[in-house]
């Protein structure tokens, strides 16, 4: 990761560290996830690193990050605007280029809009698309799997049911934006199914 992204990284570490469980580790891996795409899809990276990196930081301006439920529509409104104002404050003081930075912060102002019906843009534009993407698959991953099926008072088979009923945020068209994001899927759903199977094994007494 290049230096002006460590940069925007450091800044927008505490208030992750101040907010959900997850958070810090939803960001690692989403790093390490957009530095793949950017090569392979040939995707802009001044664009998708930092919306990467600063989308969530709203979330910590919650009254109580922690417990929340981010499924809640209100909750998921006032996280992009906090998220965008936050941004805003961080890409200015690492002097990120004006123009890069408008888009950045629109994007997050808006990054959960498919929850409102809004999915269009996510077809049109490949930067929000992908990065809908990869926001979506964290839950499919062992960390995001664990933190998630806490807040959506699920065990560990309906949560596994869940993530094979749902598809992708974007019904109909086009689900995934590219191959890579919709084998990834796959690959993680027969993880999380491994890991199941291992579990009831070691239970039966
Ligand atoms: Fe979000
Ligand atoms: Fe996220």
Redesign the pocket.
């Known amino acids: 990761m290049n230096s002006l992204y460590q940069k925007i990284w450091s800044e927008a570490k505490p208030y992750y560290l101040t907010s959900r469980p997850m958070d810090v580790k939803?960001i690692e891996w989403?790093i390490e996830m957009v530095e793949t795409i950017c090569q392979i899809e040939k995707l802009d990276e001044s664009l998708l690193m930092p919306l990467a990196i600063l989308?969530?930081v709203g979330y910590a301006t919650l009254t109580n990050p922690k417990t929340a439920n981010y499924y809640d529509k209100d909750i998921r409104r006032a996280h992009m605007k906090a998220g965008a104002e936050i941004a805003e404050k961080i890409l200015k003081q690492v002097k990120y280029p004006d123009d890069k930075s408008k888009k950045i912060i629109e994007y997050i102002g808006i990054h959960d809009n498919w929850a409102f019906g809004e999915v269009d843009m996510y077809l049109q534009d490949n930067i929000l698309g992908t990065f809908k993407d990869f926001?979506y698959l964290?839950i499919y991953t062992k960390i995001g799997f664990d933190a998630i099926k806490i807040v959506l008072k699920k065990n560990d088979l309906q949560m596994l049911q869940h993530l094979k009923d749902e598809v992708s945020p974007i019904h109909g068209k086009k689900p995934f934006s590219s191959n890579y994001t919709k084998e990834l899927r796959e690959s993680y759903l027969k993880e999380r199914e491994k890991d199941l199977h291992i579990t009831f094994k070691k239970n039966i007494p």
């Open positions: 939803h989403f989308h969530d926001d964290w």
